[in-house]
């Protein structure tokens, strides 16, 4: 078990609302990513947060935004939700400075999102 | 298009035998390969790393290819126990930036 923790573990909402999703990142970690992840497939970046800013940008719309924290710990937010946001959103951190050198992610055990 | 590519069909291995797994990629460049093991339900974990100027690198029963011609890692899985059924996943990273491209997973089931 990693020392990343996410909440809620499970959350259903119907289309068109809006959904916060938190997460804790271990210990001494400043940097914090989000995955989405569809059933039977890989998961796909969203962004990544250091330091309280946003640090990249996967190909996601901008109803999908985010915060970091003073204390590293993050939130994904999704506005206007459609039902291909149903997945399971997986949040990392990592121990680095992003940009010089890789680490490896470590994972929480991820929000599962139901939109109807 | 990048595209990276896993065996979406599912591994089954008698134990004992190597499992071997296979991640090819095009329109891309890594700098940095990674694999992950995942169970259903939970959040990937980390099981190697490989930098595009390494050839090979092992970790207990695991070892894992890298060759940036054919643009190809291979997952091996030694002496293979039903413990390690589980889907894998490489993801690849472009410049040390930590932010990774996933394949989709390949599912290995070990059978005792």
Redesign the interface.
């Given at each position: 078990e990693t020392g990343v923790t996410q909440s809620p573990t499970h959350l259903i909402k119907t289309r068109g609302q809006q959904v916060t999703l938190r997460c804790s990142s271990q210990s001494g970690h400043n940097t914090v990513s989000w995955y989405q992840q569809a059933l039977g497939q890989g998961p796909q970046f969203i962004f990544q947060y250091y330091r309280e800013e946003e640090n990249g940008r996967g190909n996601f719309p901008p109803r999908f935004s985010g915060l970091q924290f003073p204390n590293y710990s993050s939130e994904l937010n999704v506005n206007a939700l459609e039902l291909d946001d149903s997945a399971l959103y997986l949040c990392a951190s990592s121990p680095g400075t992003s940009g010089v050198r890789p680490h490896e992610q470590y994972f929480g055990p991820g929000t599962r999102l139901t939109v109807t | 298009s990048q595209k990276?590519e896993?065996n979406s069909e599912a591994l089954n291995i008698q134990e004992g035998k190597t499992a071997t797994l296979t991640c090819n990629y095009t329109n891309y460049s890594p700098?940095?390969l990674?694999w992950?093991r995942q169970d259903p339900?939970?959040?990937?974990?980390?099981l190697l790393?490989i930098?595009e100027n390494e050839k090979e690198k092992r970790k207990e029963r695991l070892k894992v290819t890298f060759d940036t011609t054919l643009k190809q890692s291979l997952f091996h899985i030694t002496a293979s126990q039903p413990a390690d059924s589980a889907t894998y996943?490489c993801?690849l990273?472009k410049?040390?930036?930590?932010?990774?491209?996933?394949?989709?997973?390949t599912r290995v089931l070990v059978k005792p």
């Open positions: - | 990276i896993q700098a940095y990674q992950y339900g939970r959040g990937p974990v980390f790393l930098r996943l993801a990273d410049a040390a930036g930590n932010k990774l491209t996933f394949g989709g997973g």
